[in-house]
T-cell receptor
Framework: GQNIDQPTEMTATEGAIVQINCTYQ??????LFWYQQHAGEAPTFLSY????GLEEKGRFSSFLSRSKGYSYLLLKELQMKDSASYLC???????????FGKGTRLSVIA | GAGVSQTPSNKVTEKGKYVELRCDPI?????LYWYRQSLGQGPEFLIY????????DSGLPNDRFFAVRPEGSVSTLKIQRTERGDSAVYLC???????????????FGSGTRLTVV
């Protein structure tokens, strides 16, 4: 089975940096994904990590440590439109669908 | 189509009734997934199709839930004898290849919000 843990809520200030953590316990591991979901909308893909280290994509970066079962999503230069839920999802080995965490609701305030 | 299309966007039904939710994936995507999302929770896996066959239906909560994909494109999720606990947003997603091969995530539809009263 898989267990994915992330904080329920976070608040950060416009223009600041925020780090959203995700820890996971899986029997096998074949990749970790981050999604963004605005209220009432579909999740949209942000990033993918399968090897240890940092993947940078514009204002968003994602980090993975497989030995620690840990990932984080880093959002820089926060904008009000970044207020959303951020979902961490893990893929096990084999053709198994993604398992999602409960999501972290981020509120960006002025 | 250009994206994953789900119909209806909203469905209100009475307890005990039968409902069908439809998903039209991106053209050419061989893998199709159904998830269910309750308020404040992450998506919960229900079933995954590779082509016409259900490759993994381990997430279906009970035998009231059934899904088909007869021609390998459109899929229908069927719920019999609906219960109030079935109320949730039902999300469909598709991907070009099998789950183990992709590194760009799934493309989700906007979901069907099911309310059982």
């Amino acid at each position: 089975g898989q267990n994915i843990d992330q904080p329920t809520e976070m608040t950060a200030t416009e223009g600041a940096i925020v780090q959203i953590n995700c820890t996971y316990q899986t029997s096998g591991f074949n990749g970790l994904f981050w999604y963004q979901q605005h209220a009432g909308e579909a999740p949209t893909f942000l990033s993918y990590n399968v090897l240890d280290g940092l993947e940078e994509k514009g204002r968003f970066s994602s980090f993975l440590s497989r030995s620690k079962g840990y990932s984080y999503l880093l959002l820089k230069e926060l904008q009000m439109k970044d207020s959303a839920s951020y979902l961490c999802a893990v893929r096990d080995i084999g053709n198994t669908p993604l398992v999602f965490g409960k999501g972290t609701r981020l509120s960006v305030i002025a | 189509g250009a994206g994953v299309s789900q119909t209806p966007s909203n469905k209100v039904t009475e307890k005990g009734k039968y409902v069908e939710l439809r998903c039209d994936p991106i053209s050419g995507h061989t893998a199709l997934y159904w998830y269910r999302q309750s308020l404040g929770q992450g998506p919960e896996f229900l079933i995954y199709f590779q082509g016409t066959g259900a490759a993994d239906d381990s997430g279906l909560p009970n035998d009231r839930f059934f899904a088909v994909r007869p021609e390998g494109s459109v899929s229908t999720l069927k719920i019999q004898r609906t219960e109030r606990g079935d109320s949730a947003v039902y999300l469909c997603a598709s991907s070009l290849g099998a789950p183990s091969t992709i590194n760009y995530g799934y493309t989700f539809g906007s979901g069907t919000r099911l309310t059982v009263v």
